[in-house]
């Protein structure tokens, strides 16, 4: 069964940073294009990074682009999220998800394959 974990997420402060991982278990990572997503409060789901299978292609959302990170160690089987310059705007829960198909495109589209329980992340002073 194809599982994803993410954990990192907590409580900042505006302008502080985070790092985000996502490991996943049950499946080897380098097949799959892997995203970050996220859902704010009242607000649908959105696509904040994605990325190839192979690290080679990424891909971000204008609102974290030239503050977030998106990296992967696919010999850990991890994905991670680096979150800098963080703002209220970034409260939310961030989830991973995995994709099998088109695994060299790091669109934020088409993601379904497996999706981790998520993790919040809370920026407040």
């Not at 278990?25 to 696509?47: C, H, M, N, V």
């Not at 979150?83 to 993601?111: G, K, Q, W």
Request: hydrophobic letters at 30%.
């Amino acid at each position: 069964q194809l599982q994803l974990v993410e954990s990192g997420g907590g409580l900042v402060q505006p302008g502080g940073s985070l790092r985000l991982s996502c490991a996943a278990s049950g499946f080897t990572l380098d097949y799959y294009a892997i995203g970050w997503f996220r859902q704010a409060p009242g607000k649908e789901r959105e696509g904040v990074s994605c990325i190839s299978s192979s690290g080679g292609s990424t891909n971000y959302a204008d609102s974290v682009k030239g503050r977030f990170t998106i990296s992967r160690d696919n010999a850990k089987n991890t994905v991670y999220l680096q979150m800098n310059s963080l703002n209220p705007e970034d409260t939310a829960v961030y989830y991973c998800a995995a994709r099998a198909r088109f695994i060299s495109d790091s669109s934020c589209h088409n993601y379904g394959d497996a999706w981790g329980q998520g993790t919040l992340v809370t920026v407040s002073s």
